[in-house]
């Protein structure tokens, strides 16, 4: 590991000065970098990937930390609320119980103990090729994305291109599918973001970046809304190994019925499959108005994957999330299985 700065600020204020007048590294991306729990930071570090001078502690900051609100005025996170919080928390148990389940799906209780919320958003791409030293993708300003034609059985079939990388996150489809919004604070003031704007596609922006964060930028809390069909979601995950496993391919969704069953509105967002959390608004339209069945349910789970474009190696990722939609909407309307 590269050596580097360690400071741990106090203040708000205090933290983004640091971040701003950090010394430039050898590298455009060797910026300074916050750190809360450091699960995703320390190994990238470790692995030569990120080479920070300086590094900014956040975990002295107070009032970052805490869950607030109720089902009618919704949920304040602070950025700093480990995993474990946010999943054993009643208020958020009981009324955004797929935030809870979302939570609950991250690694091993050990690490869900360590990692934050706002840690969870902000994570670095997965794919081995950019988790490799030697090798200098896309990602990490080389000239190829060498998951293109290479292994790329974990790689997106939606939204990729030129890179193919798929977010890791499993609280973001999630947050997306409710409708939350992060609160930001850098050097030119504070900002409100909603999450489905915070992330970016390769196509976008710089390709070294997965959302709109400036370097002096510190997530200090996420603001989920009271809504009618937040106590009606779920997080379905598929991963290869029961325990400490990212996502293969996830779902969120949540759904408000009239009182004939009908769906009033639905909220369906993908997770793994794409280079940000994917909400799939074409199979949101076409359920609305309609009575959950077999049929209706066959055919969202479709439409929620049109437009799907599966590499070599990938392409069983589309009958599988497909699944997982039906699912998840069984699930969130309260149907039997």
Known sequence: MKSFEWVSPTSLNDAVNLLKSAPAGDDADDVARAIAGGQDLLT???????RPTRVVNLKGIRGLDRIEGDARKGLRIGALVTLAQLEENTLVRSHFPGLAEAAHSIATPQIRNLGTVGGNLCQRPRCWYYRLEEVICLKKGGSKCYAAEGENKYNAILGGGPSYIVHPSDLAPMLVALGASVNVTGASGKRTIPLEKFFTLPSEGSIRRENVLQNDEIITEIQVPASSFA????????KERESMDFAISSVAAAVELSLAKVVKQSRIVLGGVAPIPWRATKAETYLTGKTLSADVLAETARVALDGAKPL??????????QTLVRRALVKAGGMSA
Do not use: G
């Open 231 to 238: 106590a009606h979601s779920t997080y379905l995950k598929f």
């Open 312 to 321: 070599a190696k990938n392409a069983y990722k589309v009958p599988l999330t």
């Open 44 to 50: 990238t570090m470790k692995d030569y990937i990120t």
